[in-house]
């Protein structure tokens, strides 16, 4: 397989590899570094990469797994040939590059089966009219006078003051 190249600005994007090689091999993908050995880069954030056999995945399926799980749109996925997968799976996100470009040179044991782009969310919005969405929409309150508060202070520490007095001419 020739190298696959990851750009430094890339975001959302999925590599599904089929893994030929035995269970035991595969589960030791999951070790700290051993995806970065057979993809031939150094440096990938494990929590962005995962080893799973299909089985694991249940009636879900890869299909299932990809539109349910990662958010890729249906219409790039082929669900005849995701359902004829089996085995062992490696799924590296664009996250585990850490925004960084890298040449991947993957095992000969891995086959791609695809890239895939996960559905951006659109934070464009249309104009919202409500009345209440209006600049300076909001009920204005009365005026807040400051007088009654500091009344209340000032007869407290008078309060105050003649407790502790009273309390002085007691002792003395």
């Not at 970065?36 to 056999?53: H, K, N, R, S």
């Not at 089996?86 to 996250?95: K, M, Q, R």
């Not at 791609?112 to 009345?131: D, F, K, M, P, Q």
Request: aromatic share 6%.
């Amino acid at each position: 397989m020739s190298d696959l190249v990851v750009a430094s600005h890339e975001h959302g994007v999925i590599r599904l590899f089929a893994l030929d090689m035995r269970p035991e091999e595969a589960k030791f993908l999951r070790e700290p570094g051993a995806a970065d050995q057979i993809l031939g880069v150094a440096g990938l954030d494990p929590e962005q990469v995962d080893v799973f056999p299909v089985s694991d995945l249940e009636d879900l399926g890869l299909y299932g797994y990809l539109t349910e799980g990662c958010d890729v749109s249906a219409d790039q996925l082929d669900h005849t040939a995701l359902d004829a997968i089996d085995g062992w799976v490696l799924v590296v996100h664009s996250a585990a590059f850490r925004g960084r470009a890298a040449a991947l040179r993957p095992d000969r044991r891995l086959r791609l089966i695809g890239l895939y782009t996960e559905e951006a969310t659109s934070w464009a919005g249309g104009r919202i009219e409500t009345e209440s969405a209006k600049p300076y929409s909001a009920p204005q309150s009365a005026p807040q006078n400051d007088r009654p508060r500091r009344m209340g202070s000032a007869v407290l520490v008078l309060l105050i003051l003649l407790v502790i007095g009273g309390a002085l001419w007691l002792i003395l």
